[in-house]
């Protein structure tokens, strides 16, 4: 069962977007109940559900909202997730985990190639050299709050 605070939080952000004239609808993906925003007459531009009773994702666009909705992978399995998760601090909020050679696969394969083509070189190579980014917010104490953002890079290649 997804959990009652964040899902009352959810329907709220729900309703303020959709009197900003954004499309809220639901569909079931293998099982799972998700909710998607798009603008009048276009596919969805944001997506939302739980994995499990504990683990909500939110994702941009109709395909990644498919990908996640539809693996069955455990996150808490995936060899990357737990290197780069392993050193933030716990307790913890949550996480927030980008792995980048799946984020750049899916890019290149749905970015037009007219878009993919006005990424300077630099910063493709920049994106390439991440392996994942990892962030967590922590509170110390009653007066404290903290995020913690880790950068993982790739072993240098070549050289």
Same mark, same amino acid.
Request: proline share 6%.
């Given at each position: 069962?997804?959990?009652?605070?964040?899902?009352?939080?959810?329907?709220?952000?729900?309703?303020?977007?959709?009197?900003?004239?954004?499309?809220?609808?639901?569909?079931?993906?293998?099982?799972?109940?998700?909710?998607?925003?798009?603008?009048?007459?276009?596919?969805?531009?944001? $997506? #939302?559900?739980? &994995? @499990?009773?504990?683990?909500?994702?939110?994702?941009?666009?109709?395909?990644?909202?498919?990908a996640m +909705? !539809?693996?069955?992978q455990s996150?808490?399995?995936?060899?990357?997730?737990?290197?780069?998760?392993?050193?933030?601090?716990?307790?913890?909020? $949550? #996480?927030?985990? &980008? @792995?980048?050679?799946?984020?750049?696969?899916?890019?290149?394969?749905?970015?037009?190639?007219?878009? +993919? !083509?006005?990424?300077?070189?630099?910063?493709?190579?920049?994106?390439?050299?991440?392996?994942?980014?990892?962030?967590?917010?922590?509170?110390?104490?009653?007066?404290?709050?903290?995020?913690?953002?880790?950068?993982?890079?790739?072993?240098?290649?070549?050289?």
């Open positions: 069962m997804a959990n009652s605070s964040a899902e009352n939080i959810l329907a709220k952000i729900n309703e303020l977007a959709k009197t900003n004239s954004i499309n809220v609808t639901q569909r079931n993906i293998q099982g799972k109940t998700i909710t998607e925003w798009s603008s009048p007459g276009q596919e969805a531009w944001l $997506g #939302y559900g739980w &994995l @499990d009773g504990e683990s909500l994702f939110i994702a941009t666009g109709s395909s990644v909202v498919d +909705a !539809s693996n069955s996150l808490e399995n995936s060899p990357s997730f737990k290197a780069i998760t392993n050193t933030l601090p716990k307790p913890n909020g $949550g #996480y927030f985990y &980008l @792995d980048m050679d799946k984020t750049m696969a899916l890019m290149n394969r749905n970015l037009p190639s007219t878009q +993919a !083509s006005t990424i300077p070189p630099e910063v493709s190579a920049f994106l390439n050299s991440i392996r994942g980014i990892g962030i967590t917010a922590t509170q110390p104490d009653s007066s404290t709050s903290q995020m913690e953002v880790l950068l993982a890079l790739k072993p240098k290649s070549g050289n």
